[in-house]
């Protein structure tokens, strides 16, 4: 069974750091992309960022774009999300995804909670 | 990116269907047929309910369909039932491996 597990979530004060891991198992993680998608408290989805199965290809929405950096641990089939000079308006359900059908995330964790508060 | 725009809410009886629209550009929508649909549920991740427009991943049922017209895409759930009560989520592909999400519509069952 395809499962993702996300950890790393907690409070941290604004322009803090925090780094978030997603522990895949039950496929083959280094063959699939992998999305970070989050989920503001009451709001919608937002796309967060991409990072292709090698790892080379990383993009970023432009509200992350330069605070953010997403990257991935084939031998360890794993998936990060360093978050850098974080912001009230990244508190959010954090999510990994991967697109086990090449363009769509197709199956997700269950979430981590990151709290941006003083 | 600016989220594709749903309406906030769309109910209808068991039995009956309900249309959920989702309007984009022709920078997303318009333009690629990579169109999705996500059910959540409350205090639940999101489930993949349809892709490539219309079609649905194994295990979803086939009252749940999808469309697509320029730049406006469309989930139709028919026969609705009452685990349908849901918020449903519309996305595109957006170029240079982006996405980007509709703003959600909640489906209530009468």
């Known amino acids: 069974e395809v499962q993702l597990v996300e950890v790393g979530g907690g409070l941290v004060q604004p322009g803090g750091s925090l780094r978030l891991s997603c522990a895949a198992s039950?496929?083959?993680?280094?063959?699939?992309?992998m999305n970070w998608v989050r989920q503001a408290p009451g709001k919608g989805l937002e796309w967060v960022s991409y990072?292709?199965?090698?790892?080379?290809?990383?993009y970023y929405a432009d509200s992350v774009r330069g605070r953010f950096t997403i990257s991935r641990d084939n031998a360890k089939n794993s998936l990060n999300l360093q978050m850098n000079s974080l912001r009230a308006e990244d508190t959010a359900i954090y999510y990994c995804?991967?697109?086990?059908?090449?363009?769509?995330?197709?199956?997700w964790g269950k979430g981590t909670t990151v709290t941006v508060s003083s | 990116q600016s989220a594709l725009t749903q309406p906030r809410s769309v109910s209808g009886s068991p039995g009956q269907s309900v249309t959920i629209s989702c309007t984009g550009t022709?920078?997303?929508?318009?333009?690629?047929?990579?169109v999705s649909w996500y059910q959540q549920h409350p205090g639940k991740a999101p489930k993949l309910m349809i892709y490539?427009?219309?079609k649905r991943p194994s295990g979803v049922p086939e009252r749940f369909s999808g469309s697509k017209s320029a730049n406006t895409a469309s989930l139709t759930i028919s026969g609705l039932q009452a685990e349908d009560e849901s918020v449903y989520y519309c996305?595109?592909?957006?170029?240079?491996?982006?996405?980007?999400f509709g703003t959600g519509t909640e489906v209530t069952v009468l």
């Open positions: 995804a991967v697109e086990m059908t090449t363009m769509y995330m197709d199956v």
């Open positions: 039950g496929f083959t993680f280094s063959s699939y992309e």
């Open positions: 990072i292709s199965s090698s790892g080379t290809t990383t």
């Open positions: 022709s920078a997303d929508i318009g333009f690629y047929n990579y």
């Open positions: 490539d427009v219309s």
């Open positions: 996305c595109s592909y957006a170029g240079s491996y982006t996405y980007v």
